[in-house]
């Protein structure tokens, strides 16, 4: 199996393993984004933008928020976005490690 191909599959079949954590954080950012909605009284569309931007830890800086609550759920959105880098990066590192690894004989 070539070294791209063998990667996606650790990659994914790691990934899946753990789809409930991975897609509970993602739903936690959409959730995120209502409460951004809510407390800043913007559209869902912008808020949810806001809050991947934020969540990604790329800031743009285009929207911020202005309420005090608006700020400590922005800031909740980027500790979590670090959680969902870091989840994301420890898969690829994993599934790198199995990828340059010698396939075993299974006989």
Same mark, same amino acid.
């Given at each position: 199996?070539? @070294?791209?191909?063998?990667? +996606?599959?650790? !990659?994914?079949?790691? &990934?899946?393993? %753990?789809?409930? %954590?991975?897609? =509970?954080?993602?739903?936690? &950012?959409?959730? +995120?984004?209502?409460? /951004?909605?809510?407390?800043?009284?913007?559209?869902?569309?912008?808020?949810?933008?806001?809050?991947?931007?934020? =969540?990604?830890?790329?800031?743009?800086?285009? /929207?911020? *928020?202005?309420?005090? &609550? @608006?700020?400590?759920?922005? /800031?909740?959105? =980027?500790?979590? @976005? %670090?959680?969902?880098? @870091?989840?994301?990066?420890?898969?690829?590192? !994993?599934?790198?490690?199995?990828?340059?690894?010698? *396939?075993?004989?299974?006989?």
């Amino acid at each position: 199996m070539p @070294g791209l191909t063998r990667f +996606n599959h650790y !990659f994914f079949h790691a &990934l899946w393993k %753990i789809r409930v %954590i991975f897609f =509970g954080l993602f739903a936690w &950012l959409v959730v +995120n984004a209502a409460a /951004i909605v809510y407390f800043e009284k913007m559209p869902f569309a912008d808020a949810l933008y806001f809050t991947f931007v934020t =969540g990604l830890t790329i800031g743009y800086g285009d /929207i911020a *928020p202005v309420t005090l &609550l @608006g700020r400590v759920v922005a /800031i909740l959105t =980027g500790l979590l @976005g %670090i959680l969902t880098t @870091g989840l994301v990066t420890a898969v690829a590192v !994993f599934a790198l490690r199995q990828t340059m690894e010698p *396939p075993t004989d299974s006989h």
